[in-house]
């Protein structure tokens, strides 16, 4: 039974959760409106998953997140927000969220990423730990990025940066010194998500 800390300041939505991970079966699911109560909490009782808000009255999903990092709290995080900020959405996975899902909430992909997150995690642990030859098996296109000889940490950090973000429909900036691999991650994106225009510099 994989506990499940949810935290939203919007009440409809921790009841919504809490009934829908009770219903999908597996889950034991404890719901938090005030963030601010989320700190003791989270030091306090082990969490398998969470799933959080960003944006929140008195403490933010940011500084949530900051706060795990901080204290190397072992949990999986899954950002469920409303709002469309790439820049938010980067914050979020440099700190180490799983995923960045947009509200309203579709229930299949939600569970599809919770499993996923749940099969990834060991693989996930040993890829920041040591990684190696079968690192890339945490990505969904590796194929697209075997142009790119690396099993550095940071870059297969940015495959998976890159992997979420190509599926939407904002713009993209790419910048770095020349050589660094621009036109590489560029021709990546293009493949993952088939768009036709990107700025790159």
């Not at 709290?73 to 440099?94: F, P, Q, R, Y």
């Not at 940071?154 to 770095?176: C, H, P, Q």
């Amino acid at each position: 039974m994989k506990k499940v800390l949810v935290i939203d300041d919007n009440q409809a939505i921790l009841n919504f959760l809490n009934i829908f991970l009770l219903q999908s079966g597996g889950f034991e699911p404890q719901t938090l409106q005030d963030s601010r109560e989320a700190f003791d909490l989270l030091k306090s009782k082990k969490f398998d998953i969470l799933l959080l808000d960003m944006d929140m009255p008195h403490v933010s999903g940011i500084d949530i997140l900051e706060f795990i990092q901080k204290n190397n709290i072992d949990i999986i995080t899954i950002v469920l927000t409303g709002v469309e900020d790439i820049d938010l959405a980067i914050s979020a996975m440099k700190l180490g969220t799983f995923d960045y899902m947009l509200k309203p909430i579709d229930e299949e992909k939600l569970l599809d990423n919770i499993n996923e997150a749940i099969q990834n995690v060991n693989l996930d642990r040993k890829t920041a730990e040591s990684p190696g030859p079968d690192a890339r098996e945490v990505l969904k296109h590796a194929g697209v990025f075997e142009h790119i000889i690396t099993d550095n940490e940071e870059m297969i950090k940015i495959f998976r940066y890159v992997e979420k973000f190509a599926v939407t429909d904002n713009s993209i900036l790419i910048w770095g010194e020349s050589g660094s691999g621009k036109e590489l991650i560029a021709e990546a994106i293009h493949k993952i998500s088939n768009r036709k225009g990107l700025t790159k510099y």
